[in-house]
């Protein structure tokens, strides 16, 4: 082993940043689960220098070597220097990865996870793109929630939370694709799981990270309008809906603040309430169109069913209704397989099994799609 | 052994007819793939006595041993007393099923399949009913075509179908219930797959068996109406529209005799005729009210996908369309897992693969349905 | 379809025989289990012309197109002309095997089954050799015995028998080799499994089938010595043992005609009394050079362990005798996967995923030992 | 959350400790691969206070909580208080283990991992015993070498170790029992892969934990001779000869400070020389000696075959003779798996595949000894 030299991002001539990000951002924020640095590096050690902070929900990182897990670990908070891999041969170039396994904290103003750089005795060597670029977008299904602990474990905390057991990560994978990550546990389309109005989606889809809080963050930048034309996304993937279907089934939201007040109503038959319905599917077009506002080429999939069909018809009347406004054929709606005893997680969501078989359908059709539309570079 | 006793269908104690037929007939003729006798029988050996006849497609049954498939053969034209176990012991009671294979086939007005009787040396026990009723309506995937034959051949023969390597074998099996089966290749909701305006499944739906020719056939009653009170289906699982699709992408059908013509278009830009999507539209809402009319209380599914998505929100259209009209929420639309290369069969069909994924689909879709409902008896 | 022409088997120009055979016997009597006669055919319609004959034992065969099983049927006794395929393509070469599913029945002095020719509109093409010859030599297990039939059916019957879930057919398959079997129910390498000495497999390996018996068989030539220089054999796989182990727990074995008596004993301990576990293992080293003898260059494989590793030690001891005597290395000890509650078939014998399982580990280890010594043609 | 006590491990009325200790040592060596501490214990947080020294191979452990693997990281030399859980509902009792995933290093001295207590805001609650008490003894396959990393990854590093991907682990889960593992990569029975006469595992088979070294080991006990009454073992499986198969195929071992040597050799034609296949033997059978005396009613299972099956008859004959030598028939050879390009794990060792095949081998074997001899507590 030489001497470890100490990097400064920015001084490193090849990386990869996986995720929304402002290019040559140092110190890099990774505001999402499945934000991620990417290296090809030779030498015997690396080491990443980190900062981490958080107060009540503790941030996860994984360590990947040549595409395998060989790390998954809470990070105190603090700076620290964390040893990616030692003792290895100097010369092969080793592809490594480190990234975030945990959803950006709205609940939490100071977590944060900032990578300022790298130590290591070897060479940076280029990283490729992927072959596709991919958005997912999401709620706690994409967020991996459920994907680590035992069933019937009950508790909403960060350790069941992954990016590493994730249906984004696996279809990314089998596609050889890049991923970008956006989603919140409890959020919709159009409210929240408890009809909170709030918590949608959409409404921070356009920032480069609205999904957090605090000063911290936004100084960092994740308030801050996202630049769309930075990357071109050969698909868009969302996975929204089952919140949307939650709040029908839960009492009336209220901000004792304010006194605001919203509620998806159920009729008496246990049918939704049509003008409910209809504010569901207005706000199922409006996103669309946001979507595609940002997304010019994308084929868009809205994918819906691992935790209930209910709102099945509504998403699809929803998306007949934006393209006959619209004339824009390049959507299509994708049903999953719904959740079953045998492929549940923890805290009653889809555990790795159910992950599994959404990755299976959504690489399915989009290696079909693509090998009819061409886009791989 | 004993020595064997030949009874006549109508002389023997208990059995069960599986598929729809016309209660107490005899002798009785098997008009679906999926058409079987169910015996429960004692004795070291019996046999069916079967009379069959057909001039270009050849019949292929099963024959199934306390639910365990031993044999699947062709059936030569003429009266054939068939062995279907022998050498056992005497005493244990066995559970033995024939079945037809292949599907009705209208392109041959010989081809019909007819049970006689029985010779056994021992006696037959009750034969109790499935714990639910289902009825599966569909198409060339439907009848299995694909499910037995290499991937590459490309032959459209009856050798190729199955209804035992079909995914209504298997939902039926795994939980438990009869099945009803009326399905032919090529056919659709409004059209088949080439154009042709008559070969559609709602014109034939009322009959007995509508699905076949011949005078013999209509001497059996093929063609008469079918009395849907005889049974009380639980859930109607449709699989049609992949033939409709198919027709936008085929020439014009044209009747040479009559002159009359049909065809699905498409316009310039790839997209279906708004007018010609409508007649789609509206010939898969009036199937859904027949339908319901005969099916009061079943659960009605659509589902699609096994072979492309083109018509996936033509179908969700005319679903909400009759949900709309007809105030009745007890349908639901599933998407089936697409074909892809390590799943397909011969003749370029799902093959048994294929079909055990829809099956998975479909059987845990009404495990949680009926555990909801529970219609189980 | 054109009209079919006979031929009888020595009028066609090209056949390929499995099993041990006489080079150009016409008609061909197919003795053995995996026994076949597999053509390349053009034409739209084929049919074999078969002799079939049998008392109390039926024959069952199984028809294979393009690799792929399509039928599997109970032949019953008489001349046949049986349907292998029709309707098809005329002008693609259709890879077409005709297998006896089911033992040589010494119990059935009738049982027999000959294969006089075939009749078709189409030419025949050449059939290739396999990449690696083998023989499979063994009792009940490589006879399939179990894998068909419900578990927990107890009969003894020939439909439970197979070669088309046969260990020795998966592992030829996946290597591309032609397989040579013989074996026998109840056989074992000393003694049959009641303790009788005559059934023993080793006393009959050198006649082309010494496994059947009455006038039939004899002038077809059965108990004539074989011909082992017609074959040169890459591998010889023996999996006896099971029957061997079975005698020491059975009573003794006492012919009424002649007062002769057997018995492998074990001591009150319920350890193997010494001498009897020497003239087991006596037994296997005679056969080791039985087998050399006759398979100058194979590797031999003495497997064993599906149904419990009582003798896996005396094995050993005797391979290892047998190596020290002749200092023939090319012999290996092969532990198989024991049976399991999962993997049982009927009559308590190895259903199909046991079957697999040995499949598996023999199909790996001869990829292995081929690669390293490149017998392939 | 309440305030977080801190305990010393003597302090904590339930714990215990997975393979081999001293009962009641305070505070805690971890000196095994497998080696962990096992809590019941309700609260919302539970960190472990750890000290950890190594000097060139690091320490990895693992985190399971109900167990579900959660955390597997690299520990930092230094005092940790590492964070097992925490934000989780006070009230229900977890299972919680930390675990060390890395053998125990003799290459480097410091290597040393020492649990000194726990921090909770929770109670400690009962670890009840497992079914059955196994030993395993191994080389670099019981270590897990191979079981993370990429396949072509050739480095020999802690990171590529565990015994989270073990077969002792998956075995012991499955059967429900309490392991023991003793491993060290590299070592034999009578010689390491590189014919050092001195890395054999019967020499260190008696101490505590004879496979570290240094000062610090010393002092906590590890060269002590290990008391065996400790614990009453159900079945000891030993897999080893791997290494010395590769000890004929490697050059001498030369000690240059002493100028001893040590080889064992192959005969021109490839064969093992007699007299060193002999001492081979001899080794086997002194060990089998060893093992029986300290564990006398264990079931011993001497298992092989996942890297080569050179020394399958030599292990045999060995066993036969031990057992001709000893009458103890409370022995039993099993062959495992051999290693394909599908279960290959870095470093050309047994991948997660590979384990888990030797797994579901051992255990089906177990689960059916111990179903006849009903050892369960």
């Known amino acids: 082993m030489n001497t470890l030299r100490k990097y400064a991002l920015n001084e490193i ?3 990869k940043v996986h995720g929304r990000t402002v290019p040559g951002t140092c110190p890099l924020p990774l505001f ?3 934000s991620a640095v990417e290296l090809n590096v030779s030498g015997s050690e690396l080491w990443a220098d980190l900062e981490v902070s958080w107060q009540n929900l503790e941030i996860w990182v994984t360590i990947e070597v040549n595409g395998e897990l060989m790390s998954r670990l809470m990070l105190a908070p603090g700076n620290h220097s964390l040893c990616l891999f030692r003792g290895m041969s100097g010369e092969p170039v080793k592809n490594v990865r480190i990234t975030r396994e945990t959803q950006a904290m709205l609940e939490d103003e100071d977590c944060c996870l900032i990578v300022h750089g790298f130590q290591t005795d070897g060479d940076f060597h280029p990283v490729p793109k992927g072959k596709y670029t991919l958005e997912f977008v999401g709620d706690s299904i994409t967020s991996g929630e459920g994907t680590y602990g035992a069933k019937g474990d009950m508790d909403w905390i960060p350790m069941y939370m992954s990016y590493s057991r ?3 990560k696996m279809t990314a994978e089998a596609l050889g694709a890049d991923a970008y990550i956006i989603s919140k546990g409890g959020w919709g389309v159009l409210s929240g799981w408890d009809n909170n109005p709030d918590t949608n989606i959409p409404s921070r889809y356009e920032q480069l990270c609205g999904l957090c809080c605090g000063n911290k963050n936004e100084s960092l930048g994740a308030f801050a309008p ?8 050969d698909a868009v993937i969302v ?3 089952t919140n949307d279907a939650s709040a029908f089934q ?8 304010t006194g605001r007040t919203f509620k998806q109503r159920l009729n008496p038959d246990g049918t939704f309430v049509e003008e409910d319905l209809n504010r569901f599917e207005d706000a199922v077009v409006s996103f669309l169109k946001m979507l595609r506002k940002h997304n010019p080429q994308a084929h868009i999939i809205w994918c819906y069913g691992m935790i209930g069909y209910d709102l099945s018809f509504a998403i699809n009347d929803a998306m007949i209704r934006y393209i006959r406004e619209s004339s824009d054929h390049n959507v299509i709606y994708l049903q999953l397989p719904g959740l079953t005893e045998e492929t ?3 805290n009653n969501h889809p555990g790795e099994p159910s992950q599994r078989r959404t990755a299976q359908v959504l690489t399915e059709y989009l290696q079909d799609y693509f ?3 061409s886009p791989a570079r």
């Open 226 to 233: 996202y630049d769309f034309t930075l990357r071109k996304t």
């Open 344 to 346: 549940v997680g923890s």
């Open 250 to 257: 839960q009492p009336a939201w209220h901000d004792p603040a």
């Open 166 to 168: 994730d249906y984004a």
């Open 239 to 241: 996975n929204l809906g």
């Open 32 to 34: 999402f689960n499945g």
């Open 371 to 373: 090998s009819k539309t």
């Open 13 to 15: 001539p090849h990386y």
